[in-house]
């Protein structure tokens, strides 16, 4: 729409955003070369001479055999784009020596600048991104080119818009003003709801070693399998989030309860990097200015509502090798603030969750420092779910209780070297945690949570910067724990609380049935100091009580508690 050249004419004013294009098939689809899906935006140039834009739309390609990509897909716009969908039985990101299947899907490492905001998928049965490959999801858009003003109202956007990818940050030393270019977030997916019970065995998401995949700061990079997920590269989203989990498949319900090795596998050269990066700039009166975010967020298998205590976890067993880093911490700069000269600012540190239905396996780092003096450390949740099974398939592999181990030293797990070979070996219920891996983060807030028993393995100091939250059926002594071990927690702000779980017809849950205080002798102490202490629910200290197994029949389980629980509150305890 070109309102200088015709200021009557407005028919187009209503349509500079690009539409939808979906095509999808249980078969095969096939765009062929000189082909174009073209969802691109168009533009209205004011009668200021400003361009008014629009943004690009969204496009689906779903087929259940192959796609076919030789033809050109767009989704450019002047205010950014859409989503582009892209679903196939097989997708490759990257080369491989390995010849891929001839209904593979093959993306190059340069294929996400297209002009989406947003790129998903998905390989139903299966997905990789190479190793050694480089995935750069940049959004490049519109702006004026040079013969706009002479382009009448309807022609083709192409003739008066150019295509360019802005630089990261725009400045303009005049307002002291840092802009953030539009970012894109990529979202890869192994399988799908549909997918059958042999696919969940086989089906597989590969971010192989020396991978890397980068969005801009504050973007998002979500990585989801309905099997195995092997993450062994490089995912940068500084500032932004990055998610790593599974995907509930109908045939879910009748898979779980009889046990499987799969999981959400880390490895040692895993780097996960959500820390934030200033950015600065100096002024026409040579001052510098800038952004000073804080850190980003990883969540690995689920999430821990900290109202409620509910995890929302997945069926995957979370296996975080040695060697690889997780980091969402902040950071800092020295920013000219007017009225106090130059300050260095900066940054809190981000969120970092840990949860599975199945088991958890933390043998890596996780890190989320403050980014410098006045800001606070980030937050660390583990959380070891207990999910219902089928009672009439559920297997003893499945039902064994969920124990979340607290040590002051962490114990390494002696695991074997691939997922595949250490399948067999995962047990459902371990949980293992310990307190130097809390402190070495830089972490000022903790939530701990075991739908079934928390227990420390001996003499346990831990002292929190903001607070710490623990969730439980029990709290206890692990077994190899010494009668007179002392559990010192402290923090502003505690919290101790239960875990509730309802039960439902034809389900059984691996939880203790009937708890009760256990009455085994122990000189054992706990004691938490906090300026505020919350306790709610149901707390126990020791626990006695079954575990009903597959052929209906009681296990006994007993935990060690406490000869003395002291809570002691400078402020309230509620």
């Known amino acids: 729409n070109n309102l200088l050249l015709d200021a009557a004419n407005t028919t187009g004013l209503a349509y500079v955003n690009g539409g939808k294009v979906s095509l999808r098939s249980t078969g095969n689809i096939n765009l062929m070369a000189g082909s174009v899906v073209d969802a691109s935006s168009g533009g209205t140039l004011g009668l200021d001479g400003r361009l008014a834009g629009g943004k690009g739309g969204d496009v689906t390609l779903g087929a259940f055999g192959a796609l076919g990509l030789d033809g050109e897909v767009r989704g450019y716009g002047v205010n950014g784009g859409g989503t582009l ?71 083709d956007p192409a003739r008066a818009l150019e295509r360019w990818t802005p630089m990261l940050y725009q400045e303009d030393p005049t307002k002291s003003l840092l802009t953030q270019r539009r970012g894109a977030g990529l979202s890869l997916n192994a399988g799908y709801v549909d997918s ?29 399998s309905v099997g195995q997920l092997n993450m062994d590269g490089t995912l940068n989203a500084w500032g932004g989030s990055v998610a790593l989990g599974g995907v509930t498949a109908g045939s879910s319900k009748d898979v779980n309860p009889i046990g499987h090795g799969r999981s959400i596998w880390v490895g040692e050269h895993a780097l996960i990097d959500v820390a934030a990066r200033a950015a600065t700039a100096v002024d026409v009166l040579g001052r510098t200015y800038g952004l000073v975010r804080d850190g980003g967020s990883i969540n690995i298998g689920g999430t821990l509502d900290l109202q409620t205590g509910v995890a929302t976890a997945s069926d995957l067993f979370v296996v975080v090798r040695e060697g690889a880093r997780l980091d969402a911490s902040g950071t800092q700069a020295l920013l000219n603030i007017p009225g106090q000269g130059m300050v260095r600012q900066a940054s809190n540190g981000g969120s970092i969750s840990l949860a599975s239905n199945n088991g958890l396996y933390l043998d890596g780092s996780f890190v989320a420092r403050a980014g410098g003096a006045g800001a606070a450390g980030g937050s660390l949740a583990v959380a070891l779910e207990s999910p219902d099974y089928d009672r009439f398939i559920a297997v003893d592999r499945v039902l064994k209780g969920r124990e979340l181990l607290i040590s002051q030293v962490h114990q390494r797990h002696d695991l074997a070297a691939t997922a595949q070979e ?28 075991s739908n079934g028993v928390m227990s420390f ?101 007993e935990r060690r508690g406490f000869d003395q629980v002291n809570l002691t509150s400078e402020g309230d305890l509620r």
């Open 457 to 557: 393995d001996g003499d346990v100091s831990l002292n929190m910067g903001q607070s710490l939250r623990l969730f439980g059926t029990a709290f206890g002594l692990s077994e190899n724990a010494a009668d007179n071990s002392r559990v010192n927690l402290a923090a502003p702000y505690l919290l101790l609380a239960g875990v509730n779980t309802s039960g439902r017809d034809g389900y059984v849950r691996p939880v203790i049935v009937l708890p009760v205080p256990s009455q085994r002798e122990t000189a054992a102490q706990f004691n938490a100091r906090a300026n505020l202490i919350d306790v709610r629910d149901s707390v126990l200290f020791g626990v006695k009580g079954s575990l009903r197994q597959a052929d209906d029949s009681l296990l006994d389980v």
């Open 422 to 449: 250490a399948a067999d070996s995962l047990e459902y219920g371990h949980g293992r945690l310990g307190v130097d891996q809390v402190s070495a983060g830089g972490f000022d807030n903790l939530a701990l949570m």
């Open 196 to 224: 059958t019970a042999e696919q969940l065995a086989t089906t597989a998401l590969t971010v192989g070693q020396g991978a890397v995949i980068n969005v801009d700061p504050g973007q998002a990079i979500n990585l989801r």
């Open 85 to 155: 969908a892209l679903q196939a039985r097989k997708v490759q990101i990257g080369d491989s020596p390995v010849a891929a299947d001839d209904d593979t899907l093959k993306l190059a490492g340069g294929f996400f600048n297209k002009g989406f905001s947003a790129y998903d998928i998905t390989g139903n049965e299966g997905l990789i991104v190479t190793d050694g490959t480089q995935v750069d999801v940049t959004v490049p858009v519109y702006r004026l080119g040079a013969p706009a003003s002479s382009i009448a109202t309807g022609s």
